[in-house]
């Protein structure tokens, strides 16, 4: 059903960008019922106006007066641009929350209705890559992002600015654009003297909290020693048997030995992983980090495709001591194996 009420403005004349589909029956309809339009959403007909640059260009002539717009209809219409015109609604606050919580790693823009998410890649030529998967998504959408790239980071910006804010168009984009960078070449993998990725957003929840926090690996590596190990997924078998009981037992010996910080990472969203810490680690002693987007994963090269047994996007099995955010020593399993990443093997390596 086609709301024109909401689709045009008072013009002499509307300019449509629209393919050949659709004409009979929306010539019909426009016919065979009233052919009085009226009008209210100067936005709606922007947007109408503004159709994609690769379709054919047809030109919807009328005349209007007394608030009632008559068609002449003689060209073409499609569904596309009322589809289009759909989209450009702002989202109610219930609305944009689903979005988030749809969207790993994107956030609300302070003081503005909009989201926002920055991507690392590999170097420049992978960011551009992306970049230019991005405008081909965004040409076809007509529909733009705000961005800001230096080297290898890439920060999005999406809002609607025919409408003032955020709308499903933003949504949809956002979508496509997580998709471009989970198919991203993984960075080549860290080794021992590299330096752990900087900016990379992580969350956790602390104890005794109901929200969970973001924290930078900057935050997390900056001027500490701290053991890492990463799993592919919380709750999984050898990740609760072995792996993480490993080092909740021989917490207090890696602290003697100087570590400021033990943590573990895995691709969970932050509340899986605080009910696998309040399954295995009462006493709160690991951070558990969550990377949802599988961001820090791709950073360090030790993102692993699992998609083939439906785990998608994962981290391999991995232990690393960084000392002020370098690499000291380095353990990746190789499949079905558990030994180089022990809480063992890196008090061999303190």
Same mark, same amino acid.
């Given at each position: 059903?086609?709301?024109?009420?909401?689709?045009?403005?008072?013009?002499?004349?509307?300019?449509?960008? &629209?393919?050949?589909?659709?004409?009979?029956?929306?010539?019909?309809?426009?016919?065979?019922?009233?052919?009085?339009?009226?009008?209210?959403?100067?936005?709606?007909?922007?947007?109408?106006?503004?159709?994609?640059?690769?379709?054919?260009?047809?030109?919807?002539?009328?005349?209007?007066?007394?608030?009632?717009?008559?068609?002449?209809?003689?060209?073409?219409?499609?569904?596309?641009?009322?589809?289009?015109?759909?989209?450009?609604?702002?989202?109610?606050?219930?609305?944009?929350?689903?979005?988030?919580?749809?969207?790993?790693?994107?956030?609300?823009?302070?003081?503005?209705?909009?989201?926002?998410?920055?991507?690392?890649?590999?170097?420049?030529?992978?960011?551009?890559?992306? &970049?230019?998967?991005?405008?081909?998504?965004?040409?076809?959408?007509?529909?733009?992002?705000?961005?800001?790239?230096?080297?290898?980071?890439?920060? #999005?910006?999406?809002?609607?600015?025919?409408?003032?804010?955020?709308?499903?168009?933003?949504?949809?984009?956002?979508?496509?654009?997580?998709?471009?960078?989970?198919?991203?070449?993984?960075?080549?993998? #860290?080794?021992?003297?590299?330096? #752990?990725?900087?900016?990379?957003?992580?969350?956790?929840?602390?104890?005794?909290?109901?929200?969970?926090?973001?924290?930078?690996?900057?935050?997390?590596?900056?001027?500490?020693?701290?053991?890492?190990?990463?799993?592919?997924?919380?709750?999984?078998?050898?990740?609760?048997?072995?792996?993480?009981?490993?080092?909740?037992?021989?917490?207090?010996?890696?602290?003697?030995?100087?570590?400021?910080?033990?943590?573990?990472?895995?691709?969970?969203?932050?509340?899986?992983?605080?009910?696998?810490?309040?399954?295995?680690?009462?006493?709160?002693?690991?951070?558990?980090?969550?990377?949802?987007?599988?961001?820090?994963?791709?950073?360090?090269?030790?993102?692993?495709?699992?998609?083939? #047994?439906?785990?998608?996007?994962?981290?391999?099995?991995?232990?690393?001591?960084?000392?002020?955010?370098?690499?000291?020593?380095?353990?990746?399993?190789?499949?079905?194996?558990?030994?180089?990443?022990?809480?063992?093997?890196?008090?061999?390596?303190?």
């Amino acid at each position: 059903h086609i709301k024109f009420a909401s689709s045009f403005v008072d013009r002499k004349f509307l300019r449509i960008n &629209m393919k050949q589909a659709a004409f009979s029956q929306l010539s019909a309809a426009l016919v065979s019922s009233a052919p009085r339009v009226h009008w209210k959403s100067a936005a709606a007909c922007s947007l109408l106006g503004r159709g994609p640059s690769s379709s054919p260009t047809k030109t919807f002539f009328g005349s209007s007066d007394a608030g009632v717009f008559r068609p002449h209809v003689s060209r073409s219409f499609t569904a596309q641009s009322f589809v289009m015109a759909a989209k450009v609604s702002l989202l109610d606050p219930s609305a944009k929350s689903a979005a988030l919580k749809e969207l790993p790693g994107w956030s609300a823009v302070d003081g503005r209705d909009a989201i926002k998410k920055t991507f690392q890649f590999k170097d420049f030529k992978q960011a551009w890559a992306f &970049m230019n998967k991005v405008a081909d998504k965004a040409e076809a959408l007509n529909h733009h992002p705000e961005w800001f790239n230096v080297w290898n980071k890439v920060e #999005i910006t999406l809002s609607t600015h025919d409408v003032g804010g955020l709308s499903a168009l933003d949504v949809e984009l956002a979508k496509a654009i997580e998709g471009f960078a989970s198919t991203a070449p993984s960075f080549e993998p #860290i080794k021992v003297g590299s330096k #752990i990725p900087s900016g990379i957003k992580l969350k956790y929840k602390p104890k005794g909290e109901t929200a969970a926090k973001e924290i930078t690996t900057d935050e997390i590596f900056g001027g500490k020693k701290v053991v890492l190990f990463g799993v592919p997924g919380a709750f999984t078998p050898t990740c609760s048997m072995a792996h993480l009981p490993g080092f909740v037992e021989k917490f207090d010996e890696l602290k003697a030995k100087g570590v400021d910080v033990v943590a573990v990472t895995s691709v969970n969203d932050a509340y899986v992983m605080d009910a696998w810490q309040n399954d295995k680690d009462k006493d709160s002693k690991i951070m558990f980090l969550a990377d949802g987007s599988a961001d820090f994963a791709r950073a360090l090269g030790l993102d692993k495709d699992l998609t083939g #047994i439906g785990f998608g996007v994962r981290v391999g099995r991995f232990a690393l001591i960084a000392d002020k955010g370098v690499v000291t020593y380095l353990g990746v399993e190789e499949p079905g194996k558990l030994e180089a990443s022990t809480a063992d093997a890196c008090l061999a390596n303190l």
